[in-house]
């Protein structure tokens, strides 16, 4: 991921961590534990307040998760 200009909204640091989390979308990812949808976080070092972006999901990530589950 890219370096930002981050300054927390909450307590004005400009330190920080980023993430990702894949979670499912509809009732056939669920039954199938696919996880079509895929967020990026960023979250403050000093108050922990986490801001979640949708991020764009490959097909091949999905076919993947499918089969290591």
């Known amino acids: 991921m890219q370096s ?3 300054q927390c909204p909450k307590c004005g640091n400009s330190s ?3 993430g990702e ?3 499912t979308g ?3 990812s669920k039954i ?6 895929k967020f990026s976080t960023v979250t403050c070092t000093r108050c922990k ?5 949708k991020a ?4 091949l990530g999905n076919i993947f998760d499918f089969f290591t589950n």
Do not use: C
Request: hydrophobic share 40%; aromatic share 18%.
């Open 4 to 6: 930002l200009n981050y």
């Open 16 to 18: 920080y961590e980023t």
């Open 21 to 23: 989390i894949r979670a």
């Open 26 to 28: 509809g009732v056939l």
């Open 32 to 37: 199938f534990d696919v996880q079509n949808l």
């Open 49 to 53: 307040y986490t801001e979640i972006f």
């Open 56 to 59: 764009d999901s490959s097909m």
